[in-house]
């Protein structure tokens, strides 16, 4: 079996924060056209954090007064919003909800109004990395997700709130830093959350089929543990679309498979500090299988087995 490569550090990616007295000057640094009025009195300020990945860019909007929005998002990609803080009264003329999924189209002009204290993630993919992910994972874009307007509702699904937490995490260095894996599950989340609200796009496989599939993806996944593993090339790998895949996990585990490859190299982080000898240093142990990022593992490896790695390792046989 072709063995994926470990992920490099250069393979992760900074973000950009910047405070700006004039929401317009947006346009300068990134790839937006705005044309962004204040329509309440008070002192405006706005502030960006924004990341440049292989797959996606990625930006947090906040802005301290309320603003009609005018705009284009950028031109050869589709771009996708989540309110993260308030409500946004206006989007194509309908109100939306902290959580619902926002359609700028693919560069055509769009047009919202958002309040005071507003704060919103976008995501701007370029139109044929996201159909290819979607014909890997075997999820289709709805032509409502290519034109501006409310996508979907948060009613709908819960994968938005958790998919907005993880890309602001990764955004202000409180989580997992963004690389092609973390890209790959943002692409993988928005395609699922617009499929959730389409019954055509209902898992449809029999049980005998997806303990298969389910019993493919552990045997990759034991074998690319320490590598970097995408949601794509897991369903490439067990043969399978990703709503199968996740479904039968769910039954077996209660959990996704992105959960149980965490447990598995977490598991296996464990085994190897059990083993190490007074030389071997955590960060590598952690960085052979995956972790790059130490504060969150810390946290992660903690809330996993009840105790810091450091005591994993002086409690050694």
């Known amino acids: 079996m072709h063995r994926i490569k470990n992920s ?22 990134t790839s937006y056209d705005l044309d962004f ?26 802005s301290s007064q309320a603003v009609h929005q005018v705009g284009a998002a950028p031109t050869g990609a589709l771009t996708f ?19 619902d999924l926002l359609g700028f189209g693919g560069g055509e002009m769009f ?20 159909e290819n992910v979607a014909a890997k994972i075997g999820a289709a874009i709805p032509p409502r997700a290519r034109q501006f307007g409310v996508v979907t509702a948060a009613g709908a699904n819960s994968r938005l709130k958790a998919l907005a937490a993880t890309a602001l995490g990764s955004l202000h260095g409180q989580g997992r830093p963004l690389c092609a894996e973390l890209e790959d599950e943002f692409t993988c989340a928005l395609l699922l959350a617009m499929a959730d609200v389409d019954p055509r796009h209902a898992d449809k496989s029999a049980p005998s089929s997806r303990a298969r599939v389910r019993k493919r993806a552990i045997e990759a996944m034991d074998v690319h543990a ?3 593993l995408r949601i794509s090339e897991v369903c490439a790998l067990a043969e399978t679309s990703w709503r199968t895949l996740d479904r039968s996990f769910r039954e077996y585990f209660g959990f996704g498979p992105k959960a149980y490859l965490q447990c598995l190299r977490l ?3 464990r085994e190897a500090l059990v083993r190490a000898g007074p030389e071997t240093k955590i960060v ?15 946290r992660d490896y903690h809330k996993m087995f009840g105790e810091r790695p450091t005591e994993t390792k002086n409690s050694r046989i």
Not at 81 to 98: H, M, Q
Not at 118 to 124: A, D, E, I, Q, V
């Open 284 to 298: 590598d142990v952690a960085n052979h299988w995956g972790f790059w990022h130490m504060g969150q593992f810390a």
């Open 267 to 269: 598991s296996r982080v």
């Open 111 to 130: 047009d919202g109004v958002t309040q005071a204290g507003f704060r919103g993630l976008t995501f701007s993919f370029r139109e044929d990395v996201l």
């Open 226 to 228: 320490p590598d970097e």
């Open 8 to 29: 490099p550090h250069a393979d992760v990616r900074r973000a950009v924060s910047v405070i700006l007295p004039e929401p317009n000057m947006v346009s300068s640094l």
């Open 37 to 62: 009025r204040q329509i309440r009195p008070g002192k405006m300020e706005t502030r960006i954090t924004f990341l440049r990945g292989a797959q996606l860019d990625l930006m947090d909007f906040q």
């Open 81 to 99: 919003g989540i309110p993260v803080l308030r409500d946004v009264p206006r989007w194509k003329e309908r109100p939306a909800s902290c959580g």
